[in-house]
């Protein structure tokens, strides 16, 4: 229950942020806010009042929100139908299709605006409370602008043999090797050497869940002539590479709140590339797939941090998962998909370039296409989110 307390929380703050963008912009440009709502309108509400013009909702499905304005058709407003509002106006003044180019499109960004400053303050108080230094593991080679970077191997392990002294001592898979000994263990060659060197004799091993960062440590001996394909210690390993970053100077640091979501926003960017292209050579979406989640597999990201035993990195931990979903939401509301602000940004565009107004019943049609082609990709991600939990 806490968990989905902190998802909720979480998923609400993000939420109402962007809303609200929408929500005060229009209202400060005397566009008639018609409904405010939490959730996707696709049933009946579970709870709305009204207060002066504007209607205040809340919906099951809470996966997004939307502000619903007067003359704005009903695909613009979450839901999906194709109805264009424009022929039932009484006062045009307040509608927002009436409006100029430039104040459409400033409370359509609005939204996107918002979400990026909530990640910028997130982002300073995670670098601030972190001594503005901080670990990204690294699936691909990547230079992090406007920030010192330095490269730290670690050794993870994927696999633990039944009955080995690994096993024995507690060890599971997705644990990385601290130390052995009292030594830091930073070099695999070094890690396998040592092992291989003290065969028959006790060791002393401390490692550490990557999921949760409990750390443990016991005394365990590397087997002299261990079952075949298991190894002295009866774990399968591979190396790990984080990127240490450090804003260090002081403009570095002034930056950092701008800086490190741009960097993060890039890394992703390269990350999902390299994705596809496995996903062209290996001919499968499986992963592609494997890199995007939906609202399952971040709640499961939730719990898995909520777990951490350590305050301060429980804290850094929500903190990063903040201000990555808030620059995220940011940046793909914002492109030229229909059904998304961004869509609606690209229609104003056009109508900009051509000097025409679209045909109200053509951006309804598209907007409530895009709705409903997100909803379907948003279920399906979720269904491959509940498998992977299962697996």
Do not use: C
């Amino acid at each position: 229950m806490f968990t989905a307390l902190i998802f909720l929380l979480i998923l609400s703050l993000l939420v109402l942020i962007h809303e609200a963008g929408h929500f005060f912009v229009a209202k400060k440009l005397g566009i008639k806010v018609e409904e405010f709502g939490f959730g996707l309108p696709l049933t009946k509400a579970l709870f709305s009042v009204k207060r002066g013009e504007t209607r205040y909702s809340f919906y099951p499905a809470l996966i997004g929100g939307f502000v619903k304005l007067y003359g704005e058709d009903e695909a613009g407003a979450g839901r999906l139908k194709i109805k264009d509002q424009r022929s039932n106006i009484k006062d045009a003044s307040r509608a927002f299709f009436s409006r100029s180019l430039g104040q459409r499109a400033a409370v359509i960004l609005a939204g996107v605006i918002m979400n990026t400053v909530l990640a910028v303050v997130i982002y300073y108080t995670f670098l601030g409370i972190s001594n503005f230094r901080t670990e990204i593991p690294l699936i691909s080679e990547y230079k992090f602008f406007a920030v010192n970077q330095q490269i730290k191997t670690e050794i993870i392990i994927s696999g633990v043999a039944k009955n080995s002294p690994a096993e024995k001592a507690g060890m599971k898979p997705l644990s990385k090797i601290v130390s052995v000994n009292g030594q830091k263990v930073t070099n695999i060659d070094s890690f396998i050497a040592f092992i291989k060197n003290h065969k028959g004799n006790p060791v002393v091993l401390e490692w550490t869940d990557v999921k949760t960062n409990i750390k443990s440590q016991a005394t365990m001996t590397p087997r002299v002539n261990p079952p075949k394909n298991e190894g002295a210690l009866g774990i399968g390993f591979f190396p790990a590479e984080l990127a240490v970053l450090s804003y260090d100077t002081p403009t570095q640091k002034l930056f950092s709140g701008f800086t490190h979501p741009a960097n993060m926003m890039g890394y992703s960017f390269d990350v999902m590339g390299q994705l596809v292209k496995a996903s062209f050579k290996e001919k499968t979406v499986e992963p592609v797939s494997q890199g995007v989640s939906g609202p399952v597999g971040i709640y499961s990201v939730v719990g898995d941090t909520l777990s951490i035993p350590d305050m301060k990195e429980r804290i850094l931990k929500l903190l990063d998962l903040m201000g990555l979903l808030s620059i995220s939401l940011a940046f793909f509301n914002v492109l030229p998909i229909p059904g998304l602000d961004g869509g609606r940004l690209f229609f104003i565009l056009i109508e900009a370039v051509t000097r025409r107004k679209l045909n109200p019943k053509f951006e309804a049609t598209a907007n409530a296409i895009g709705m409903a082609l997100l909803i379907g990709l948003i279920i399906l991600v979720t269904f491959k989110d509940i498998g992977q939990i299962f697996k």
